[in-house]
């Protein structure tokens, strides 16, 4: 049984870092992608980076290059997110997932976490 569990959000203030973690577990990932999508309320799920499991290729949305870093930890079956300066816009749930297909669309994505609580104020 795959599973997928996220932690690491909060509140936090504009400007400041958050670092999520997913760990995988219940079978291989080598030839997965993993992926981040947030969710705010009253919008649809968006892509926000992706990397995949073996060669760690990654993969960033535009408004979050350059502040968001998508790592992961083969040794820990983990994966990071690590957000800076954060914006208020950046508030949403965020949500691990794995597919095997290196896409955007949610919905190309087989396994899902929880999601995770980030809040950032002004």
Known sequence: QVQLVESGGGL???GGSLRLSCVASGRTFNNYVMGWFRQAPGKEREFVASIW?????????DSVKGRFTI????????????????????TAVYYC??????A????LF??????TQVTVSS
């Open 53 to 61: 499991w073996s060669g760690g290729t990654t993969r960033y949305a």
């Open 110 to 115: 087989a396994f899902w976490g929880q999601g």
């Open 97 to 102: 997932a794995a597919g095997t297909i290196a």
């Open 12 to 14: 936090v203030q504009a």
């Open 71 to 90: 790592s992961r930890d083969n040794a820990k079956n983990t994966v990071y997110l690590q957000m800076n300066s954060l914006k208020p816009e950046d």
């Open 104 to 107: 955007t669309n949610p919905n």
